[in-house]
């Protein structure tokens, strides 16, 4: 099984700037297929990128993913007050296609 | 537009079984598959596993054999998850996912078990 990390686990940044989020996997994700998701309060999930660099469709700009093997990056360019959520990267590679913990992005 | 529906919330017993649905529209059902994924309160986010919508074959993630079924009614593109002796610890929203990177989500079933 493929374990992600995601880290850090809180980021506390003010609208405007710039968020890095990282998630680190135990072994190598083949292809790249890498998603990640921002999860509000009180909703479902939703899908941002996926293959690691793809944008999902009616995803801003502002999001942008990058990384292979097992170093993958999520990041928001200039934080708007609707991106404070939870970020969750997953791999969808190899079964069990497991999900990181979390990572929360609050606001300072 | 790509929309999954799920059923309403669930209060059960210890012990008892539920059935959550998951009535998809928008798309060809058969053509993507379709993944559940649980979420106890205030924690992340667990893959169930995945039902081949085409072919009825299901994957479960480890900790999630033998009390977890999926299945499908493809005459009314609904695929199910019914979990059977029901302990306090599954607890928890369960989603419906389309597609290998979850592309649209249903908006959640709560089951809730307590005695």
């Known amino acids: 099984e493929i374990v992600l990390t995601q880290s850090p686990g809180t980021l506390s940044l003010s609208p405007g700037e710039r968020a890095t989020l990282s998630c680190r996997a135990s072994?190598?994700?083949?292809?790249?297929?890498l998603a990640w998701y921002q999860q509000r309060p009180g909703q479902a999930p939703r899908l941002l990128i996926y293959?690691?660099?793809i944008r999902a469709t009616g995803v801003p700009d502002r999001f942008s993913g990058s990384g292979s093997g097992t170093d993958f990056t999520l990041t928001i360019s200039r934080l708007e007050p609707e991106d404070f959520a939870v970020y969750y990267c997953?791999?969808?590679?190899?079964?069990?296609?497991?999900f990181g913990q979390g990572a929360k992005l609050e606001i300072k | 537009q790509v929309q999954l529906v799920q059923s309403g919330s669930e209060l059960k017993k210890p012990g008892a079984s539920v059935k959550v649905s998951c009535k998809a529209s928008?798309?060809?059902?058969?053509?993507?598959?379709m993944n559940w994924v649980r979420q106890a309160p205030g924690q992340g986010l667990e893959w169930i596993g995945w039902?081949?919508?085409?072919?009825?074959?299901?994957t479960y993630a480890p900790g999630f054999t033998g009390r977890f079924v999926f299945s499908l009614d493809t005459s009314v593109s609904t695929a199910y998850l019914e979990i059977s002796s029901l302990k306090t610890e599954d607890t928890a929203v369960y989603y419906c996912?389309?597609?290998?990177?979850?592309?649209?989500w249903g908006q959640g079933t709560l089951v809730t078990v307590s005695s």
């Open positions: 996912a389309r597609y290998r990177y979850l592309d649209y």
């Open positions: 997953q791999q969808h590679a190899t079964s069990p296609y497991t």
């Open positions: 293959d690691a660099s």
């Open positions: 072994h190598t994700v083949i292809s790249t297929y």
């Open positions: 928008g798309y060809s059902f058969t053509a993507n598959s």
């Open positions: 039902i081949n919508t085409n072919t009825g074959n299901p």
